[in-house]
């Protein structure tokens, strides 16, 4: 199979390719180090082994895609579950002490965020700084939507919801 190491891997596992190009390519080269019965792998060690893969070992590449997709599903709901509980400790402290701080927060970040939006609609974005403008926007937005999920719940669980009952439906109709 020709081609260089992570288009091999792109090719049999994406899950694990597209691991290794962000920050979770620890993980990614560590389960590809397990295929070849490489303890603490590195990327190059990795490289030489998916280089010299046979057909049985291109199998177990995609077997270990499989069980780190399971595994990343996994700690998805673990990290819904933690921000979630984060989310309801803030909500619980803000009901105890009656803290206006996180409503003056959100009315300035949403101030800000509509502010910076209108003004864009209205003018021409500024050839100096435009940079500095796409950051703000992005940390805005982002800052936006934990805003709503703060106040109104995250749609993280309603999208759960929506594949239980999808699965359910599935085992319904068999």
């Known amino acids: 199979m020709a081609g260089t190491w992570k288009e091999i891997v792109a090719t049999v596992a994406p899950t694990l390719a597209t691991a290794i190009g962000g920050p979770l390519s620890g993980l990614a080269v560590a389960a590809l180090g397990d295929v070849f019965g490489l303890s603490d792998a590195t990327q190059e060690q990795v490289a030489a082994a998916v280089a ?70 209205q003018n021409q974005m500024p050839e100096s700084g435009k940079e500095v403008i796409l950051l703000l926007i992005g940390a805005l937005s982002r800052e936006f939507g934990n805003i709503m999920s703060y106040y109104f719940g995250s749609s993280s669980g309603s999208e759960q919801k929506t594949k239980i009952m999808a699965d359910q439906l599935k085992g319904d109709a068999k």
């Open 52 to 121: 010299g893969a046979r057909p049985d070992d291109l199998l177990k590449i995609k077997q270990a895609e499989i069980a780190f997709a399971q595994r990343m599903r996994e700690l998805e709901i673990d990290l819904v579950r933690i921000s979630a509980g984060d989310r309801d400790s803030a909500r619980q402290r803000q009901i105890a002490v009656k803290d206006k701080m996180p409503a003056l927060l959100a009315t300035a970040v949403s101030l800000g965020f509509f502010g910076v939006l209108v003004y864009l609609l």
